[in-house]
């Protein structure tokens, strides 16, 4: 990790202003600054943590927490027809702030739903899923 602040460091630092809508003293939750659709809020861990791989159980299970509050206050002001919950992790995922963070995206049916998000289905044969089933598991139980 760099000792170069983020930009989610500078704005718990007060270095730079952000819409804060939630703060205790291990989280931080605040618009983006660069939203894809209104209401497009982002929940951060004070701690400095590059990704999900990272988290400890204890502040992973808080956290979790706090994106759920959050996510249910973004709902309940917006009324969205919908919800996602993104968090991406590594660059070729698009994390492009090394810090993890939450993206809470409420979605509409209208024409301001820019977030665009779509599954694409992809099949595979039964044996295929068996064998990634056992892959994942004998990594789950390392």
Partial sequence: MSNNKTVFEMIIDRDIEADIIYEDENFIAFLDAF?????????????????????????????????????????????????????????FAGQSVFHIHFHILPRYNDEHDGFGYKWVDTEFSKEERQTLAAEIKSKLNA
């Fill in 35 to 91: 939203p894809v659709v209104k209401g497009h809020t982002l929940v951060v861990p004070k701690k400095r943590i590059e990704n999900i791989f990272d988290l400890d159980d204890e502040t992973a299970n808080d956290y979790l927490k706090i994106v759920r509050d959050v996510a249910t206050a973004v709902r309940d002001a917006f009324k969205p027809a919908g919800l996602n919950v993104v968090q991406n992790n590594g660059e």
